[in-house]
């Protein structure tokens, strides 16, 4: 069984861009969450989904926009690109929103994101 | 206020034990995670505690103590694949049911 999908795996970006992340979840996870993490931190958490719905939202600016599907696969988006922008965009599936066991989360490879 | 506090280094021989501790303080608890990351990695999930003591699997064994907002992980018998960044993560409750993150400790196992 596959495990969490992102696309794309690298990514170089100028500043002021716009760019949007894929991110496709283990066959019966129905909740996606996405993270920063930069270079010797551990993950940020910037937004959760459950059945299309935001669920939990990070101290992150507006810039940054996410959406689930209905095949609950998700997408999050980040306008205008500063450099500080740079670093792993994580996702991670669970099976539903509540903490536990049952509800530990996967994480896919990650995207890493460069803005130059 | 939030926050998790680990060691950001720590170094060990092949075939030892290491301990790696972890304090907490979040508005609410729901759970306390440990997740391993090798470099250029993703997360990978370890071990779960939501009750006071000791959980083992295999090699590896979490310790909980709510009381004290404190946990650790135990590595037993390392090997030189351990090395890596062990992460511990808070649930907090209520609606927002997000994970707090510590920064990771560093674990580099010499031979």
């Known amino acids: 069984d596959a495990g969490v999908t992102q696309s794309p795996t690298h990514l170089i970006k100028t500043r002021g861009q716009q760019v949007t992340l894929r991110c496709s979840p283990i066959s019966g996870h129905k909740s996606v969450s996405w993270y920063q993490q930069v270079l010797g931190q551990g993950p940020q958490f910037i937004f959760q989904y459950y059945e299309k719905e935001e669920r939990g939202r990070g101290n992150f600016p507006d810039r940054f926009s996410a959406r689930q599907f209905p095949n609950y696969s998700s997408e999050l988006n980040v306008n205008a690109l500063l450099l500080g922008d740079s670093a792993l965009y994580l996702c991670?599936?669970?099976?539903?929103?509540?903490?536990?066991?049952?509800?530990?989360?996967?994480f896919g490879p990650g995207t890493r994101l460069t803005v130059l | 206020g939030q926050n998790i506090d680990q060691p950001t280094e720590m170094t060990a021989t092949e075939g030892a034990i290491v301990q790696i501790n972890c304090t907490y303080q979040t508005s609410g608890f729901n759970g306390l995670f440990w997740y391993q990351q090798h470099a250029g990695e993703a997360p990978t999930f370890l071990s779960y505690n939501v009750l006071d003591g000791l959980e083992e699997k295999g090699r590896f064994s979490s310790f909980l103590s709510r009381s004290k907002g404190y946990s650790y992980l135990l590595l037993k018998e390392l090997q030189m694949k351990d090395s890596a960044s062990y992460l511990c993560?808070?649930?907090?409750?209520?609606?927002?049911?997000?994970?707090?993150w510590g920064l990771g400790t560093s674990l580099a196992v010499n031979p």
């Open positions: 991670a599936s669970s099976l539903s929103t509540g903490q536990g066991a049952r509800n530990e989360q996967f």
């Open positions: 993560a808070v649930g907090n409750a209520g609606n927002n049911r997000k994970l707090i």
